[in-house]
């Protein structure tokens, strides 16, 4: 099959197929009125029947304002992708609808599984003790972390094909995580990326490793409600209502948190809680800590920083990567700079969000650990120490063995070292620190 590519950087290319290079040719001219009410039509009638499943599984969905808010996310989203202004290409524009599809039928039958499942009571609280929450901004050591707490034995972490598989979800016992037959598709899917480039999964994989027994954050999860990883596709003035909706404190978002906690007591149901406890991670957490810390009360926190003259390039080179396959690559320059400024933003509002919670955490002396990259990276069985301390948990002798022979073998850089720079993105340090001042002063970076 024909191969086509374009330079990443300077050393590292993503090849594209031909067959999406033809694609985005052939389907070159913008949408028409009728093209949109074709896509949007089937859409609609499909979130109509996510809202009627989730109020029937999620009785406090029904409450004012619940509905509102997951319209205007979904509706926003849609016309975000649908836009001919928007920084999707042809096959990335056909690939997010298709995405969008697939999570409106896994909130379906996600919640026809809570409505049957789950009693009102589980749903609330039965997700186990001793619950540790990994937040902070991209690209700070949490993945490495996140993994290092996993190889203890007594810790239960979400695998990336728990959140990924579209069959009818139901708990899967810690013992059988790596031989569940619903994992199988979900290798295919990834599989499938070689059909689209030979090298694609292999880039990713140098900022953060995907694999379908993976243990994976819970963006996946909450993804089926707010794609964050689709922003810097996006319109302006899609951008700017999504914006709107996030930074509206009158509009109730804790309805994705409770669906989360449902997904977690559905697992724990499987496992003997005594013995198993979670441990969450994604960055997207930051951005809502106040609507997590409602459905999630008494969590021990853990934020991890890293001077953001290093956070900054590295997160924009993993959404350059995830891009290559999505966006409108017909002026790169422009879309480097966008990646960059858009980035930068949102980057400071993730340091903004966690820099309010950690103030209010203090003042009201809860369970959180603060920590930076270079302490991860040195010194991560003392992390470790203080979380555990923190949270009442005993870390035991197997549980650090275990921990050091994790580390042993998945040495950063294993699967490849990414490259990129402040420069490619049109930013300067003296830019980054400017808008990251107030953060850099915080932790003490």
Not at 104 to 133: D, N, S, W, Y
Not at 230 to 235: A, N, R, T
Not at 344 to 365: C, G, I, N, P, T
Not at 373 to 390: F, G, Q, R, S
Request: charged share 25%; glycine share 4%.
């Amino acid at each position: 099959m024909l191969v086509l590519s374009y330079k990443i950087n300077n050393e590292t290319e993503i090849k594209l197929r031909g067959i999406i290079h033809l694609y985005n040719w052939l389907k070159r001219k913008p949408n028409s009125e009728s093209d949109v009410n074709a896509i949007q039509a089937p859409l609609y009638e499909l979130f109509e029947q996510v809202l009627l499943a989730e109020v029937l599984a999620f009785p406090e969905d029904s409450k004012q304002g619940v509905e509102k808010s997951k319209r205007t996310i979904f509706e926003v989203q849609l016309a975000g992708v649908l836009s001919n202004r928007n920084r999707f290409s042809p096959f990335g524009k056909a690939l997010a609808i298709k995405e969008l599809t697939k999570n409106l039928h896994r909130r379906i039958k996600f919640a026809e599984t809570v409505q049957v499942t789950l009693t009102t009571k589980e749903k609330r609280c039965c997700v186990g003790t001793h619950m540790i929450i990994i937040a902070g901004l991209p690209r700070t050591g949490s993945t490495m972390l996140h993994k290092f707490l996993a190889a203890d034995a007594t810790t239960r972490t979400p695998l990336w094909w728990e959140q990924m598989h579209d069959v009818i979800p139901s708990p899967t016992p810690p013992s059988n995580l790596l031989s569940d037959p619903r994992a199988k598709a979900v290798v295919k899917d990834l599989d499938k990326l070689k059909i689209l480039s030979p090298n694609l999964k292999s880039e990713i994989d140098k900022f953060h490793k995907i694999g379908a027994f993976e243990v994976e954050e819970n963006a996946p999860f909450l993804r089926r409600y707010f794609n964050d990883m689709e922003g810097v596709y996006l319109d302006q003035e899609s951008a700017e209502s999504r914006l709107s909706w996030h930074n509206d404190k009158t509009v109730d978002k804790v309805w994705m948190f409770r669906h989360l906690k449902a997904w977690i007591a559905l697992e724990t149901s499987a496992m003997n809680i005594e013995q198993h406890h979670w441990v969450l991670k994604t960055p997207l957490f930051t951005l809502f800590m106040e609507e997590v810390d409602q459905v999630f009360p008494g969590s021990t926190y853990v934020f991890t920083n890293r001077d953001p003259v290093n956070v900054v390039p590295s997160t924009c080179g993993l959404v350059e990567a995830a891009a290559s396959i999505k966006a409108d690559w017909s002026d790169s320059k422009n879309l480097f700079n966008h990646i960059g400024s858009y980035m930068l933003q949102r980057l400071r509002m993730f340091a903004d969000h966690e820099k309010k919670f950690v103030d209010s955490a203090k003042q009201k002396k809860r369970n959180i650990i603060v920590t930076r990259y270079p302490d991860v990276m040195n010194n991560p069985i003392a992390v470790v120490e203080k979380i555990y301390a923190a949270s009442g948990r005993a870390l035991t002798k197997e549980a650090k063995e275990a921990m050091v022979h994790q580390l042993a073998n998945n040495k950063q850089g294993k699967h490849g070292r990414a490259n990129y720079s402040l420069d490619k993105f049109g930013l300067t340090e003296e830019v980054v620190n400017a808008a990251m001042k107030d953060y850099k002063t915080q932790f003490d970076i």
